[in-house]
T-cell receptor, first 113, second 112 residues
Framework: DTEVTQTPKHLVMGMTNKKSLKCEQH?????MYWYKQKAKKPPELMFV???????INESVPSRFSPECPNSSLLNLHLHALQPEDSALYLC????????????FGQGTRLTVV | KQEVTQIPAALSVPEGENLVLNCSFT??????LQWFRQDPGKGLTSLLL?????REQTSGRLNASLDKSSGRSTLYIAASQPGDSATYLC???????????FGPGTRLSVLP
């Protein structure tokens, strides 16, 4: 099983809403990542978790709040987003070794209205 | 800070052609380099991973090479098919294995 599952696939939210994105993997990977991708641009790193601890935060605004409740699950909590936050949010996972092939989910298409 | 570039930005070819996509990176201290494919509005599909100690990897019609000292990787696609149409991204993992830095991608269109 080399699958990273993201839910929901699509999300429309208002600027005052609170919502969460979910990512799950069962490959035993101990590194998990959130990326943001705008149209026709490469993915940009937001957060990295290693062994369920936040190891990298790429100066992401506090309206994005990551959480890693266990080694298989990664959440991204959203609150008071802006229309410019509309994007494809991608989750990825990998082993923390040199053979660290990364596997990505299909993404959540987020629209903030 | 690692920077990754890809040439060409876009490529349109007739079916059956052999293709070469290029990726360059500025810092040779890398763990590995990975090539991905992305269809419009979809996630990333891993194509090939090359570890820093390796020179090339092959999977089916795809062959990727790595020249770490010159900061270059190429992805060779043999006998291209319309189903190969997608954006191809290379990503470099730094020495601490914490972060992938992506190139801007090459948008490939294979015409029937």
């Amino acid at each position: 099983d080399t699958e990273v599952t993201q839910t929901p696939k699509h999300l429309v939210m208002g600027m005052t809403n609170k919502k969460s994105l979910k990512c799950e993997q069962h490959m035993g990977h101990r590194a998990m990542y959130w990326y943001k991708q705008k149209a026709k641009k490469p993915p940009e790193l937001m957060f990295v978790y290693s062994y369920e601890k936040l190891s990298i935060n790429e100066s992401v605004p506090s309206r994005f709040s990551p959480e890693c409740p266990n080694s298989s699950l990664l959440n991204l909590h959203l609150h008071a987003l802006q229309p410019e936050d509309s994007a494809l949010y991608l989750c990825a996972s990998s082993l923390l070794t040199q053979r660290a092939e990364a596997f990505f989910g299909q993404g959540t298409r987020l629209t903030v209205v | 800070k690692q920077e990754v570039t890809q040439i060409p930005a876009a490529l349109s070819v007739p079916e059956g052609e052999n293709l070469v996509l290029n990726c360059s990176f500025t810092d040779s201290a890398i763990y590995n380099l990975q090539w991905f494919r992305q269809d419009p509005g979809k996630g990333l599909t891993s194509l090939l991973l090359i570890q820093s100690s390796q020179r090339e990897q092959t999977s089916g019609r795809l062959n990727a090479s790595l020249d770490k000292s010159s900061g270059r990787s190429t992805l060779y696609i043999a006998a291209s098919q319309p189903g190969d149409s997608a954006t191809y991204l290379c990503a470099v993992m730094g020495n601490y294995g914490q972060n992938f830095v992506f190139g801007p991608g090459t948008r490939l269109s294979v015409l029937p």
